[in-house]
Structures are given as C-alpha cells and as structure tokens.
Antibody, heavy 120, light 107 residues
C-alpha cells in the first residue's frame, strides 16, 4: 500500500532554513510527479510545489518561489523540500502528496504531515 | 494566478440534508477542477477530479458538476462522517490553487 512519511519539521527562527523529507513506499516512486501542500493554522490549504517524475520540471507557488526548492532522489524513493529565508507566514503543516494515477496532477495519496513553526 | 472563490465559507446542516458548495474561478479552467475533503488532524482526501469523476472508494452521495468558471460539489444526503472542510482546486495552470474552503458543521 502507498505510504508517504514526512519528517524534518520543527521550530525554526525567521530567516533560517529547514529541509523536509518525504519517504515514499508502496508504488513506483520514479513514475510519479510529487507535490508539497501546506496548511497554516486557521487558514486554507495552499499548494506549494510540484516536481516531475524525473525531477526535470519544477513549479512553485508565488509565495515560496525563490526561497523554497523541491527535489527528489528516485533511487532512495525520497522527496525533499528545502526551505530558506523562512518567514512567520510559512508556519504550517506540510504534506507531501503523490500525483494521481492518470498524471493529471490531482493528488490521491498524502502523508500525515510535518509541522513547521517559524518563530523567534 | 487563477483565484478560486468558494461559497458559502461556512454552512450548518443536518444529517440527511442535501448540501451544495460552489466554486468560482477567476478565469476559465476547462475541466481541470477537483474537490478535496479535509478533517482536523488528517490529510486531505481527493473526492472528485475532472469536475465530476468520483475518486475510487468515494461514496456516490458525492457528485460534482460545472464548466468554465462555475462548479459545484453536491452531497445528496449528508452523513455524520461528512462534517469537514471542503476545498476545490484548479489544475488548469501553474501555480495550482485551492479555494478558501467551505466548512460544513452540524446544525
């Protein structure tokens, strides 16, 4: 069965960096695009980034472009989100999610999320 | 960026009620519209994709319709497990965006 397990969250000061990881299993990781989505406390869902199956294409939300970098290691079945210059408004639960089976970029499986708190 | 506006943002309903949630896009998004359910402390769940296609395992009381810029999610007979927040998402162009959410609470 598909499993996605995020890690790397925690409390970090504004302006610092953090790297999230997402370990995938139960499907052919290298065949699917992958997403990061976040949910800030009291706010709605926000799509953050997508990376293509081979890592050659990446797209970002405007709020994180230039600060966050999505990457993947297919042999290790792992997705990453490098977050730099963190701001208080980046505080959220971050989810990794698998692209839909049909390659249409809906997301059919999600991890349990990892909480990132940006605070001094 | 394409903005999605959901209405209402909050609704109170009883078990057995028919519930309709609307999602309006700031420009045409063809059929690239999905719906997700989010419960506190849980990951979002894909309910419907491509406007009206039910994701595998989702009960048939959920349905979607619409085209162009206006879309709806309907729950034909609200069940206790359906009390949650619902989000639409557009996949017509990057950045992908979600609507602001509609919280469905028990009356």
């Amino acid at each position: 069965q598909v499993q996605l397990v995020e890690s790397g969250g925690g409390v970090v000061q504004p302006g610092r960096s953090l790297r999230l990881s997402c370990a995938a299993s139960g499907f052919t990781f290298s065949s699917y695009a992958m997403h990061w989505v976040r949910h800030a406390p009291g706010k709605g869902l926000e799509w953050v980034a997508i990376i293509s199956d081979d890592g050659s294409k990446k797209y970002y939300a405007g709020s994180v472009k230039g600060r966050f970098t999505v990457s993947r290691d297919n042999p290790k079945n792992t997705l990453y989100l490098q977050m730099n210059s963190l701001k208080a408004e980046d505080t959220a639960v971050y989810y990794c999610a698998k692209d839909h089976d049909y390659g249409d970029h809906y997301t059919d499986y999600w991890g349990q999320g990892t909480l990132v708190t940006v605070s001094s | 960026d394409i903005q999605l506006t959901q209405s209402p943002s909050f609704l109170s309903a009883s078990v057995g009620d028919r519930v309709t949630i609307t999602c309006r896009a700031s420009q045409g998004i063809s059929s690239y519209l999905g719906w997700y359910q989010k419960k506190p402390g849980k990951a979002p769940k894909l309910l419907i994709y491509a406007v009206s296609t039910l994701q595998s395992g989702v009960p048939s009381r959920f349905s979607g319709s619409g085209s162009g810029t206006e879309f709806t999610l309907t729950i034909s007979s609200l069940q206790p497990e359906d009390f949650a927040t619902y989000y639409c998402q557009q996949l017509n162009s990057y950045p992908l965006t979600f609507g602001g959410g509609t919280k469905v609470e028990i009356k």
